[in-house]
């Protein structure tokens, strides 16, 4: 495809984008071009105020603002749950919103691995997020399993994209449980999540989904698709603050599975303060809470999803591939010959919401970026990532941040920075 890759342009596509008013939702720093709502979303005025709603409600009630407040505590992560539940595609008592991802990661295997004869094997992927590993270890470990011999990670031929069918071909008689991320965190690569559930249910296989770089990018239809489980962070695309409450999601015929990690707060709403020391599991995703809600960590997301919610999540994917497309013409015409290649996928169906670039001197050029008031995302050892964020980047600031990159690297302005990460890359 051909895009005008003119400044004009980007103007004239603002202009006539029915999402540009979103933009003024968020607070962004003035003088800031913000490319890393992957990693942490920008806070918006409907967050805030939420947030400050759930303070109000501490302030004017005390406890009772478990019941009584204007958004009362105790329902408060079936409600996100219910609200969230449309943009991954879920009957709304197969989502809660609890935990961080990890805990949840470590919750949903404990409750859906379950070793039996030879299918003791637990499948992942070789260029998953570090902490997926890690819970994986773990719960191996907690099970007497060596993860040496009972984790398989699938391996990457180019070292940026897993092809679908070794995935599938891993599917043996020995796998019990399967854990891929639906958007693959450097690359940007989409996952067929519809065929590698399909797959892995012909071989008796649960397989879970890590949405991080999913949820609030694109659209999902887990119930559909089959898939088991999954988990994600609220922080990243849907703006819900550092550390905001993780969510997951179970599939209803999954109901009555008790959880592998119990706790007070999956209980039966009408049975929780009844204090018996008999587990009373509730018959839905809110099972597979454990501890209190984090409510002060949670609420902004009320804000956050009314926005998603007028918007729609269609249209904000619609976005955010026109945008990246616009970020990736840009770069293969006025970056060419200064060391940067593309790493992920081209196809808009292959690829998430962010471009993932790889120059050797990477570090340096973020730190560059920062500079000039473009906040980009570094990955050791040598990938910047860029995420034109739907609803609050603009085709102006695609424009501007490549047309920065041009100037860092043909002016050498990159070689006052060490290449070097620095303690948060």
Known sequence: MTLDLTKQYALEMDKNDPLARFKDEFYIKEGTTYMIGNSLGLLSKRAEKALLTSLKDWKEHGINGWMDGEEPWFYLSEKLGKKSAPLVGAKPEEVVVTGSITTNIHQLIATFFKPQGKK??????????????????????????????????????????????????????????????????????????????????????????????????????????????????????????????????????????????????????????????????????????????????????????????????????EKSLALTNYLMALVDEKLEGLGFTIENPREDHRRGGHVCLKHDQAASISKALKARGILPDFRAPNVIRLTPAALYISYLDVWKTVDALYTIVKEEEFKQFSNKRNVIA
């Open 120 to 317: 003791r094997t637990i499948v992942a992927d070789a260029l998953t997020f570090p902490s997926d590993i890690y819970a994986l270890k773990s719960q191996l470990k907690l099970r007497g399993l060596d993860p040496a011999n009972h984790l398989v990670q699938v391996e990457s031929a180019d070292g940026q994209t897993l092809d679908e069918d070794t995935i599938i071909e891993a599917m043996t008689d020995e796998v019990a449980l399967m854990l891929l991320p639906s958007v693959l965190y450097r690359s940007g690569q989409v996952l067929d999540i519809k065929r590698l559930t399909e797959e892995a249910h012909k071989q008796g296989i649960v397989i879970g989904f890590d949405l991080a770089h999913s949820v609030g990018a694109m659209p999902h239809e887990l119930h559909e698709w089959g898939v088991d489980f999954a988990m994600w962070c609220n922080y990243k695309y849907l703006n819900n603050g550092p550390g905001g409450v993780g969510g997951l999601f179970v599939h209803e015929r999954h109901f009555g599975t008790e959880p592998g990690l119990a706790g007070w707060f999956g209980s039966d709403k009408e049975k929780q303060f009844d204090m018996e020391h008999h587990f009373s599991p509730a018959e839905n995703a809110g099972a597979y809470q454990i501890g209190t809600p984090h409510i002060l960590s949670a609420a902004p997301l009320l804000g956050s999803l009314e926005i998603f919610h007028e918007a729609g999540i269609e249209s904000v994917r």
